[in-house]
């Protein structure tokens, strides 16, 4: 073997590396955008979505500051059930947008985050 064989093979298995790890670069951070991209925004419209998907019945109550809150996969929001009752919610965020989610196996286990847990966890 020469040493301009030999030379080419080194720099042809390096070429090989970068390629692979750009590959696998590029395909982490599209990875990271498509999980940004599924988390929907934190917006009334959003939420009474997913009330109305979980079917859901009542509405986010507007005159409340604190009618909802978003952190992570995670929102809130207070909800009025007959007009006069307020009841909070949890939600997760799925594929489809905001679904109802089960107050008690997140918040239980400490899944919500920090930011909203109060108020998504330790209301009524």
Not at 50 to 56: C, N, P
Not at 88 to 95: C, E, W, Y
Request: proline content about 3%; overall charge positive; some cysteine.
């Amino acid at each position: 073997m020469t040493l301009t064989s030999a030379l080419s093979r080194r720099v042809g298995a390096t070429t090989l590396v970068v390629t692979a790890t750009l590959a696998v670069g590029v395909s982490h951070v599209g990875s990271a955008s498509a999980a940004k991209k599924q988390r929907p925004p934190c917006t009334k419209r959003a939420l009474t979505a997913g009330l109305r998907r979980s079917r859901a019945s009542g509405r986010i109550d507007g005159k409340n500051s604190n009618a909802l809150g978003c952190a992570g996969h995670f929102a809130y929001a207070i909800v009025l059930v007959d007009n006069r009752d307020d009841v909070t919610v949890l939600f997760r965020a799925g594929p489809a947008g905001w679904v109802v989610a089960a107050r008690a196996r997140y918040c239980d286990n400490h899944l919500v985050p920090k930011r909203i847990y109060q108020m998504s966890c330790e209301t009524n």
